[in-house]
């Protein structure tokens, strides 16, 4: 605004200044500037003006998104932390209050839809189309990368290479249109499946099945593989917790040579397999990694085996600055390549030998997809994908 004002007197000075010279020439004097030079002047003076008023509009909607970015993906991962627990909190306060009925019929509620998320949940194009999914997206950025197309007369099991500390790459390319999965591969049903003990929390599980997200399990994973027509793709991720412990940045390993079990349900249903890589999913966050044999591993690997996740020490960026430690995750590029499918029979007891034979397809597949498109996303040539037992 003060440069536009100052223009703006420019021009009034300008157009002073040229009156005067018109009036000296009319009583035969000498003019006192060039006639004009005051409109050129007063050209030059705006045009720097709007220039300077744009640069700064653009610089303050630039931190403005920047901040917006970073509030999107705060909010997730804090849903993703705390949001079950405190909404189981809140609930339980609420019935030790006057509003105990709100309580009450929510729980009743729980009880009659206790099964939902097991026949994949109640999806809301709605909720996946949010605004705010694309400031996530932006933050990074996240990128969905397509080989190859997709029949949507066929099932699939999608295999998400590696797992970060929170798969934010699978959220974002599946459990939302934000980098558009719906309209790269029309007529596909992407079902993010993660812990069962997620959906048994109050509100937590209504916004994790709005996404598309479901429990990994054998129940809900046969239902939609063989009562949901066809058309679908279940996105697991394989490494699961024990890949998560070994997750940090210039790392890629995936937890996969003992991991059958998505290949053996694939047979019983015919389900394609497609391996995906992540590039970058490692970068987001860093991590105290504990040494096998050491307390801390003892204890994450407890935790993994009774409850089914492990947790991880670890940090990112502050919220207000890069330089401060926080739970924002650092602003770096992810981008999920999606591989070829790999044709998969239908068999309804399949041999180990049958599990195998597969098992090693996808293995190869993988590797295969990661030699491809590692340079193209900023690793070196002579950069090897780790294959981990557990």
Known sequence: MKTLIAAYSGVLRGERQAEADRSQRSHGGPALSREGSGRWGTGSSILSALQDLFSVTWLNRSK????????????????????????????????CTDCWLIAVLYFTWLVFDWNTPKKGGR???????????????????????????????????????????????AFCNFSTEATEVSKKFPGIRPYLATLAGNFRLPVLREYL????????????????????????????????????????????????????????????????????????????????????????????????KYIGFAPCIFHGRGLFSSDTWGLVPYSKPITTVVGEPITIPKLEHPTQQDIDLYHTMYMEALVKLFDKHKTKFGLLETEVLEVLNS
């Open 64 to 95: 403005v998104e920047k901040q917006l970015q970073v509030i999107s993906v705060l909010q997730w991962v804090l849903s993703f932390l705390v949001l079950g627990v405190a909404c189981s909190a809140i609930l339980m306060y609420i019935f």
């Open 123 to 169: 999806r809301s194009q709605w909720v996946r189309n949010w605004a705010v999914w694309r400031y996530f997206r932006d933050y990074f950025p996240i990128q969905l990368v397509k080989t190859h197309n997709l029949l949507t007369t066929r099932n699939y099991i999608f295999g998400y290479h590696p797992h970060g500390i929170m798969g934010l790459g």
């Open 209 to 304: 099945m709005s996404g598309g997200i479901c429990p990994v399990n054998r129940d809900t994973i046969d239902y939609l593989l063989s009562k949901n027509g066809s058309g679908n793709a279940i996105i697991i991720v394989v490494g699961g917790a024990a890949e998560s412990l070994s997750s940090m940045p210039g790392k890629n390993a995936v937890t996969l040579r003992n991991r059958k079990g998505f290949v053996k349900l694939a047979l019983r249903h015919g389900a394609d397999l497609v391996p995906m890589y992540s590039f970058g999913e490692n970068e987001v966050y860093k991590q105290v990694i504990f040494e096998e044999g050491s307390w801390g591993r003892w204890v994450q690997k407890k935790f993994q």
